[in-house]
């Protein structure tokens, strides 16, 4: 098989899985003991991001030719620590002695869904959504900016399987601009957030995807724009 069917055939899979996953999400969720049904939803379309976003990735990375064993793809604690400049500026002694006698318990802990490694070093870090609004934006831009004091030139990323930002924001060159309220809030913050929208159209409340009626399509072409993207991420590390 060559490596351009091998390709097609990873794009098909990850199609295959996507519609297997939303088709029986709905009767599993209904059927679900011990957890609620908007829960068990949550839960499955953001696991079906992450695997989706994996694999893109790795689908990336070999389109560039890359070495695999140079790439790692996996989750794990960023320790943001507290910052110097507040404590000197604490005016309570007893609190400034605690903090700096337990300094090592004085951090933010961060665990992207994703954390791309390029020989060992950090290169992406991915949040997974299965749709995002305004308020998930700024907790992902917020995060984004903290990672940054750690990582200055990690690059960020925000895999969604819908958008509810107000478009279909799709971090491609055709995207819209009608996301006034988005773009109003990633201006208040320096962080160069990548975002990557899965499937076509803005999501709607009532309209929900894993029923009857409101399937959308996973495409190949929406696939391949996603693969696009985080090559052009990549590439500067390509040897």
Known sequence: MSDENLYN??????????????YELDEKA????GRSYGGYIRSVKSALVVNIAKRIIELAWEKLEQDPDRLKIYSKEIKIPIKQEYIDELDN?????????????????????IL?????????????????ENAMLKRVLMDATLVKTQYPEIKFVLFQLESQLGSNISGSEDELYES????????????????????????????????????????????????????????????
């Open 93 to 113: 002694e007893e609190v400034k002695d605690y903090i700096e006698e337990h300094i090592e318990d004085y951090y933010y802990g961060y665990r992207p869904d």
């Open 180 to 239: 006034h309220s988005a773009y109003t809030i990633a201006s208040y913050f320096d962080v160069d957030l990548t975002i990557i929208t899965l499937l076509e159209g803005e999501r709607r409340v009532d309209e929900p995807i894993h029923k009857k009626g409101f399937f959308k399509p996973l495409t190949e072409e929406r696939l391949q724009n996603a693969i696009n993207i985080i090559s052009s991420l990549l590439e500067e590390f390509s040897e």
């Open 30 to 33: 209904n059927n679900i003991q």
């Open 116 to 132: 791309v490694e390029i020989d060992k070093t950090p290169v992406l870090a991915i949040e997974c959504k299965a749709y995002t």
């Open 9 to 22: 055939d990873e794009i098909k899979a990850i199609i295959k899985l996507y519609n297997k996953t939303v």
